[in-house]
């Protein structure tokens, strides 16, 4: 398996986060076609006195921003997720707390399964999945708006039925007579469509944070020494 290389611009994170505990960042042109492992990046860190481990978990915590994604409906983020690669395997107590932590950050009880090595707690729509990989473990968030999204597609459904209606009133020639039902028809498919628009944004940004913070927990583990 490649060992991951980072970038000019994650190389640049990475020591603007572990320059935080050192006494200076290396300026180190890089090709952009070539890329660092993290073992060439703590020997450059070394170089200006900054430990490997300050290293390494700068380049951990770039990665959990990195592994951010989403899936739109219409534009709209309807769907959020989050993967890290946690390079090492995490101990069945890592996993309890991480269940508990889950269980206060998202306030529900949710439901925890094991097969074999494959773990996940999962509570409606949310899915947190534990996933083993030649280097470790990878962690896996997702979740849908299943709310939002219904409520889109049935206003949706209801302009489709406002639209039929005003046809065939038109052919009938009674439009005059039927103009207030479809007008009503018409607020409540424009109001169920706002509805779950309007509060998918701020939904999609909570999510994201509340991934971020909990999967920087597992991958960024506080230092007892400190």
């Known amino acids: 398996m490649a060992e991951r290389r980072y970038n000019d611009k994650e190389i640049a994170?990475?020591?603007r986060g572990a320059a935080e505990e050192g006494p200076q960042s290396p300026q180190r042109e890089?090709?952009?076609?070539?890329?660092?492992?993290?073992?060439?990046?703590?020997?450059?860190?070394?170089?200006?006195?900054?430990s490997s481990d300050a290293v390494a978990q700068a380049a951990r915590a770039v990665d959990v921003r990195l592994g951010a994604a989403s899936r739109t409906f219409l534009g709209l983020p309807i769907g959020v997720a989050r993967t890290v690669n946690l390079n090492r395997r995490l101990t069945d107590e890592e996993w309890e707390r991480l269940v508990v932590q889950l269980r206060e950050v998202f306030n529900a009880r949710g439901r925890t399964r094991a097969d074999g090595s494959l773990r996940q707690w999962t509570n409606g729509n949310l899915q947190v999945?534990?996933?083993?990989?030649?280097?470790?473990?990878?962690?896996?968030?997702?979740?849908?708006?299943?709310?939002?999204?219904?409520?889109?597609?049935?206003?949706?459904?209801?302009?489709?039925?406002?639209?039929?209606?005003?046809?065939?009133?038109?052919l009938g020639g009674s439009l005059g007579d039927a103009i207030p039902g479809i007008a009503l028809l018409a607020v409540a498919g424009i109001a169920m469509i706002a509805s779950g628009a309007l509060r998918l944004p701020r939904w999609a940004r909570l999510r994201q944070r509340q991934m971020e913070d909990l999967a920087t927990r597992?991958?960024?583990?506080?230092?007892?020494s400190k």
Not at 141 to 151: D, E, N, P, Y
Not at 218 to 224: E, G, H, N, R, Y
Request: overall charge negative; charged content about 15%.
């Open 129 to 170: 999945l534990l996933e083993p990989t030649e280097t470790g473990h990878r962690l896996r968030f997702r979740t849908l708006h299943g709310g939002a999204r219904f409520s889109i597609g049935a206003g949706f459904a209801v302009l489709g039925v406002t639209g039929t209606v005003a046809i065939s009133s038109a």
């Open 218 to 224: 597992v991958a960024l583990p506080p230092d007892p």
């Open 13 to 15: 994170a990475i020591f």
């Open 30 to 50: 890089v090709a952009r076609d070539e890329g660092l492992t993290l073992a060439e990046l703590q020997a450059i860190g070394s170089e200006v006195g900054i």
